[in-house]
C-alpha cells in the first residue's frame, strides 16, 4: 500500500512535468492547428537556460524560471515569424519545416555547449517522510508550480481580452478576422506563449534529469501522446491526458520496468485513438 | 510532340544514377565500393519511404521500425548460424528459441524479414486507417512508435544485444554461399533495379493512380467509390515489405545493426532525404538518398555537428523554395501548374 502510493506520488510529479511540457503544444495545436516538431527543442532551450543562470551565471533558480520563460518565449515568437507564418495553411510542409527548425536548434546546442550532458542542482533539498513513502520537496514545489502555472493559463484565456481572441480564432478564424481581431499578432503571441510554457517545462526538468542538445525527443513524444489522447479542445483534456500518460507509466513501470510501461502506455494510446480520434475527453464534434 | 520528347527528365536522372551505380566497382576503389553498396540499400528503404509518402500522403515519421524489423531479424538469423550467438549466452540463454530457430536458414530469414514488417504494417493501416486516422495524426502515432520500438530493442538485451546492438556479421551470401564484395555489390544493386521496376509499375497502374487520386483529395475518391482505408492499408504493407528488404540487405551489407539504425534518427534521416530530393518521383528519393548520405561520408568527419546544422538548414530551404525538392526543380511534361504552387495544394 504504502509503495503504491509512492508510485502514485512519483506519477503525479512526472504527469506535472508532462502537463507543463504538453500545455504549450495543445493550445498552439489548437489555435493554428500547427503540429510543432521542435517543441521538444524549445523545451532544451529551456533546460539550458536554467543551466545557463544557475551554473554560468550564478543566480539561484528561481531566477532561471522566468528567465527560460522569457528566452523560449522569444525563441518561439522569432519561430513564428520566420517559418511557421510563412507556410500557414499547409500543416505537412509546416511540420517538415519545424523538423528542419529542431535539427538546427539541436545542432547549435551542441555546437555551443558540446554534446555533454549538463547538470543542474536541485534548488530544494530535504524531502517529505510518510513512514516508507518519501517525497522530495522539489517534487512537491514542481506539482504546486504547474498546477499554478496551469491556472494562470486557464485565466489568461478565459479571463482576459487577449485570451478571449484567442478563443475567438480557435473556434473560427475567418469570422474573427472579420470581427476586426489581428489573427496574425495573435498567433505570434500565442505561439510565443506556448513556447514560453516549453520554456518552463524545460527549466522544472533540468535539475531532474539530464541536459543535453537531444534530449528533446522523449518530451516531444510525451507532449504528442497527451495531446492526442486529451485533445486540443480543453485545459481539462490536457489536465487528464497528462495525468493518464504519467500516472500510468509510473503505476506499470512500478510493478514491471519502465521500457515495458512507455510501450505499453503507447500501445493503449494508439489503441484509444482508433476509437476517439478527437481526443478521449473531447466534446462531441460541431 | 514525338514520344521521346514525352518521356520526363527525371528519367534520365534515374538512368545516369543506375548507369553510375552500375559501373562504379569498375573503378576499384574498395572502400568506397562497400560504401555505395550500403547507400544502395537506403535506396530501396527511400523507395519504400516514397511510395507510402510521395505517393499516398502519408508521412511516416517512423519508417526505420519496418526497416529495423528486417534488420533485425536477419541479423540474429545470421548469428544464431552456429548456435546460441555470443550476446545471448552472456545472460544466460542456454538454447535457442523456437521463432528464432526457425529464421536461421537463409531463405527463412530473408521471408520473414519481408513478412514481419509487411504483416505489421498491415495490421497497423487496418486499425488506423479504418478509423480515419490520417495526416498529421498518422505521423505523430509513427513517430511516438518508432521512440518504442527503439526503447524495447533496448529492453531485449538478450534477444537483441540492447544498447549495442548485434555486431560482428557475416557478408552478404547466397543459398549459404558467401559472396566476394563485386557479388554482393551487384546483387544489392539487381535488387535495387527489381525495387525500382516494381515501384514504377506500381505507381504507373491503376493502383498508384488511386493513391495519387488519395493524396490530393481523399473525399473525393470515396465518392468515386473508392475505399480509401483499404488502399492507404495496402500501400503502407507493400511499402513495409520494401522496407523490410532493405533491413534484410542491411545487417550483412553493414555488418552490424544497433538501436539507432531503427528509432527516430533513422526514420527521420530518410524523411530528410526524400524532402531535399522531392517526393512522388522515385528520382528523388534516389537522388536525395544518395546526395545526403555521399555528402554526408564527405563532409561530416571535417565539420560534424556543422553538417547536421547544415542538413536542417537545406531542409528548411527546401521547404520555403523548392517545396517539391530538388527533383520539384527539374521541367515535367504534362504538369498543369508550377510545382510551388501544387505542392501549396496538398494539405
Keep these: 500500500m504504502e509503495s503504491f502510493a509512492a508510485l502514485l506520488l512519483n506519477g503525479l510529479n512526472s504527469s506535472a512535468l508532462i502537463l507543463i511540457a504538453a500545455l504549450g503544444m495543445v493550445i498552439i495545436c489548437g489555435l493554428m492547428n500547427v503540429i510543432n516538431l521542435a517543441h521538444g527543442e524549445l523545451i532544451m532551450i529551456g533546460a539550458y537556460t536554467a543551466y545557463g543562470v544557475t551554473q554560468s551565471l550564478g543566480y539561484p533558480f528561481f531566477a532561471a524560471l522566468p528567465a527560460a520563460f522569457a528566452v523560449t518565449a522569444a525563441a518561439g515568437a522569432a519561430m513564428e515569424r520566420l517559418v511557421v507564418k510563412r ?69 489568461l484565456l478565459h479571463r482576459t481580452k487577449f485570451g478571449k481572441r484567442v478563443r475567438a480564432i ?15 499578432r495573435v498567433d505570434t503571441f500565442t505561439f510565443a506563449f506556448g513556447s514560453g510554457l516549453a520554456g518552463l517545462a524545460g527549466a522544472l526538468a533540468a535539475p531532474v534529469k539530464t541536459v543535453s542538445p537531444f534530449m528533446g525527443g522523449p518530451y516531444l513524444v510525451n507532449s504528442f501522446m497527451t495531446s492526442v489522447v486529451g485533445g486540443v479542445a480543453s485545459f481539462f483534456g490536457t489536465s487528464a491526458g497528462s495525468l493518464l500518460v504519467g500516472e500510468s507509466t509510473a503505476l506499470i513501470g512500478g510493478v514491471s520496468n ?11 494510446i494508439i489503441a484509444a485513438i482508433r476509437f476517439r480520434p478527437e481526443g478521449l475527453f473531447a466534446k462531441e464534434r460541431r | 510532340m514525338t514520344r ?5 527528365a527525371a528519367r534520365y536522372l534515374d538512368l545516369a544514377l543506375f548507369l553510375a551505380l552500375g559501373l562504379f566497382p569498375l573503378t576499384g576503389l574498395m572502400f568506397y565500393t562497400q560504401l555505395l553498396q550500403k547507400y544502395m540499400v537506403f535506396l530501396i528503404f527511400a523507395y519504400s519511404l516514397d511510395l507510402l509518402w510521395g505517393y499516398a500522403g502519408l508521412m511516416d515519421l517512423g519508417h526505420a521500425v519496418l526497416f529495423g524489423m528486417g534488420g533485425y531479424l536477419m541479423a540474429l538469423s545470421l548469428s544464431a548460424r552456429s548456435g546460441v550467438p555470443e550476446f545471448m549466452a552472456r ?19 530473408v521471408l520473414a524479414g519481408i513478412l514481419v514488417p509487411a504483416l505489421f504494417a498491415g495490421l497497423l493501416g487496418r486499425f488506423l486507417f479504418f478509423s480515419r486516422v490520417g495526416g498529421v495524426f498518422f505521423s505523430v502515432i509513427t513517430l511516438a512508435l518508432a521512440q518504442a520500438f527503439n526503447l524495447f530493442i533496448q529492453s531485449q538485451q538478450e534477444y537483441t544485444g540492447g544498447f549495442n546492438g548485434i555486431g560482428g556479421l557475416p557478408g552478404l551470401s547466397l543459398f549459404g554461399r558467401p559472396l566476394t564484395l563485386a557479388q554482393g555489390y551487384y546483387l544489392v544493386f539487381g535488387l535495387v533495379l527489381l525495387v525500382y521496376a516494381f515501384c514504377r509499375g506500381l505507381t504507373a497502374s491503376r493502383f498508384g493512380l488511386v493513391l495519387r487520386g488519395i493524396r490530393e483529395n481523399g473525399a473525393r475518391l470515396e465518392f468515386l467509390g473508392y475505399d480509401q482505408a483499404r488502399f492507404k492499408t495496402a500501400v503502407f504493407a507493400v511499402s513495409g515489405a520494401l522496407a523490410g528488404l532493405a533491413g534484410v540487405l542491411y545487417a550483412p551489407v553493414n555488418g552490424m545493426i544497433a538501436p539507432n539504425d531503427v528509432g527516430m534518427e533513422f526514420s527521420t534521416a530518410a524523411v530528410v532525404w526524400l524532402a531535399i530530393g522531392g517526393r512522388g518521383s522515385l528520382t528523388g528519393a534516389a537522388l536525395g538518398a544518395m546526395l545526403v548520405n555521399v555528402l554526408g561520408n ?29 527533383t520539384g526543380v527539374l521541367p515535367r511534361p504534362g504538369a498543369r501548374s508550377s510545382p510551388g504552387k501544387a505542392a501549396g495544394k496538398r494539405a
Design chain 2, 91 to 109: 545472460y544466460g540463454v542456454e538454447q535457442l528459441p523456437a521463432w528464432l530457430a526457425a529464421i536461421v536458414p537463409e531463405p527463412a530469414a
Design chain 2, 298 to 326: 564527405a563532409l561530416s568527419e571535417q565539420f560534424g555537428a556543422y553538417w547536421q546544422l547544415l542538413l536542417g538548414a537545406a531542409l528548411l530551404a527546401v521547404v520555403f523554395f523548392a517545396p517539391q525538392g530538388i
Design chain 1, 258 to 268: 519502465d521500457v515495458l510501461a512507455n510501450i505499453l502506455v503507447l500501445l493503449l
Design chain 1, 87 to 155: 507556410l500557414a495553411g499547409r500543416p505537412a510542409e509546416t511540420m517538415l519545416a519545424t523538423f528542419g527548425v529542431s535539427v538546427v536548434l539541436q545542432q547549435l546546442a551542441n555546437v555551443a555547449f558540446g554534446a555533454q550532458s549538463k547538470y543542474v542542482a536541485i534548488p530544494i533539498d530535504g524531502k517529505l517522510a510518510f513512514g516508507k513513502v518519501v517525497v522530495p520537496f522539489y517534487n512537491l514545489f514542481t506539482i504546486l508550480f504547474v498546477a499554478a502555472v496551469t491556472a494562470g493559463t486557464v485565466l
Design chain 2, 4 to 8: 521521346f520528347a514525352k518521356i520526363p
Design chain 1, 170 to 184: 480557435t473556434q473560427n478564424r475567418e469570422m474573427a478576422e472579420c470581427l476586426g481581431i489581428d489573427s496574425s
